[in-house]
């Protein structure tokens, strides 16, 4: 399955989007930027699946614009859907440019599945960088979506509003257990290869 990846907006958020057949999706869409646009005035879809990992600004910004110009659905786990509504709870009030999202079309749990033609991802909740992130997890593609729990060489801060640091420690160590072979794609920067990171985890967590 083809990856196409994007770095968005000023804070370089790395959004994701993925075809098959007439249905599109579309990790954290970031604030609006023309080559994502340009991308999706390009492909030929019916349906459009926007996932967000988590309730920030800089993940949520490109909603609107989707949903409005290619009646995207909006996903996004029930701890953080409020944020999408709540311009100081996405912190883009704190960024001098306030925004709100439309509201969600679809709450999502621990183990909720998104199927998406050969694809099927689970819905992995694993906060601590605020307490709805999740990441997106296809076993038999080899494929996680990190959002900002996991980065190439670090993982997401806890010291904004909601950020939890012993969340964040246990959501590694679940991350830490999984395939080692997972291709995985975070929030921020590079893809890399989970087992990539297990010795800055082992290191982090006391293994």
């Known amino acids: 399955m083809k990856v196409s990846s994007f770095l ?15 249905t599109l999706l579309i990790v954290d869409p970031g604030f609006p930027d023309s080559s994502l646009e340009k991308e999706l005035d390009s492909q030929h879809f019916s349906k459009c699946l ?37 311009a100081e709870k996405n912190l883009s009030f704190f960024m001098g440019a306030p925004l709100v999202s439309p509201e969600a079309d679809v709450i999502l749990e621990e183990g909720s599945r998104i199927e998406f033609g050969e694809a099927s991802f689970i819905v992995l909740h694993t906060p601590g960088h605020t ?25 997401g801060r806890t010291d904004l509003p909601g950020g ?27 893809a890399f290869v989970l087992k990539d990171q297990f010795e800055m985890l082992d290191r982090l967590l006391g293994n």
């Open 131 to 155: 307490p709805g992130s999740l990441s997106l997890l296809d076993e038999k593609q080899g494929i996680l979506f990190t959002g900002d729990t996991l980065f190439d060489g670090g993982w």
């Open 50 to 86: 926007i996932v967000n990992t988590h309730g920030h600004a800089d993940h949520i910004g490109g909603n609107r614009g989707i949903k409005e110009r290619y009646k995207g659905s909006i996903h996004i786990h029930r701890e953080d859907a409020s944020m999408l509504t709540d």
């Open 164 to 190: 939890d640091e012993k969340m964040l420690a246990r959501s590694l160590k679940r991350l830490r257990g999984l395939d080692p072979r997972l291709r995985c794609y975070p929030g921020h920067g590079s």
């Open 8 to 22: 968005l907006g000023p804070i370089q958020t790395s959004g994701y989007l993925l075809s098959s057949g007439d």
